[in-house]
């Protein structure tokens, strides 16, 4: 906490805990709908912390992150459906095949060198391959879906995530607010600064004694791991898993656009970013059914434009921006 609490001023720190109080009341004065869309912000928090410490800091792009929520969910479901084997229990060997794919992957890219777009095109080729091959594996449901009991006896039984709305709502909260601190933990640690020295020059960085290769694999497998326990967290909010609705690049897309509106490489730029896009996704959405309108692009069209328009605008994130006219930080964080 002594982290994140560092990185504002004064007015920061009043600004920080008065949305703090408010999002912990959101749900007294809420209605439904605005808390589950409350939640599928938080949600996107922390996918999006997740994927900003290895592309806002370690300089690593990854257009396949998907696949680590997809591996976290299906694993996790599948162990609970087949095994009885609850989620809290059931994360780990989530988490552990998770980072088993970013080790694979960061081993392949960074040892062998393949950087930059290049690096990228390997993550979404192990994010497609690993689509193909839940299509046909059965005992996960195939390209038909696994699926999660809805079972009204169980709700209350917080230990296997079986809570109703609020229950997820406070559970997405604690996520992200987890996500937010690591973030600025890890900023402020000794690894940050190296995955820093790394994303602006790795040439001077290894000359400084860094191991970059070190640097950038701790980088995967941190987000890697994060990423699957966000997984997990979507597998048992929405019941229900499709390889084509897990693991396809638009599902990447759609996760990493937070960061990158918000603010690459600082620690509440992912929050911003979410907050931002997730509820016009939702305005856009309700417009579209209002009017009768059959447009399943629209929504993806339209985050392409407020990001063009964004990066027009403040070409370092909506955060950087805000943070400095009203006055919140006197640093980039």
Known sequence: MKALWGEMNGRGRVVLAVAVLLLLLAPTVATRYLVSVLTLIFYFVYVGQAWNLMMGYAGQLSLGHALYVGVGGYVSAALWVHFGIGPWLGVFPAVLLAASFGAA???LGFRFGIEGVYFALLTIAFAEFTRI????????GGAGGLFIPYEEARLGEWWNLRGGQLFFYYLAFG????????TALLARSRLGYQWR???EDEAAARALGIDAFRA?????????????VGGVFYAFYYNSLFPAQMFEMSRSI?????PIVGGLGTVFGPVIGAFLLTPLGEILIGVTEALGINAPGAKAVFFGLTLM????????GVWPWLSKTLGLT????
Do not use: C, N, Q
Not at 175 to 182: D, F, Q
Not at 216 to 228: E, G, V
Not at 309 to 316: D, N, R
Not at 330 to 333: A, E, V
């Open 309 to 316: 328009v964004i990066i027009y605008l403040v070409p370092t």
């Open 105 to 107: 992957i960061g081993w």
């Open 197 to 199: 020295a790394v994303r």
């Open 330 to 333: 006197g640093r980039r964080s």
């Open 216 to 228: 950038k694999m701790k980088a995967i497998l941190i987000s890697s791991a994060m990423t699957a």
């Open 175 to 182: 996520l992200a607010a987890i996500a937010v601190l690591v």
């Open 254 to 258: 759609e996760l990493i656009l937070g």
């Open 133 to 140: 091959g839940f299509d046909h594996i059965d005992v996960v």
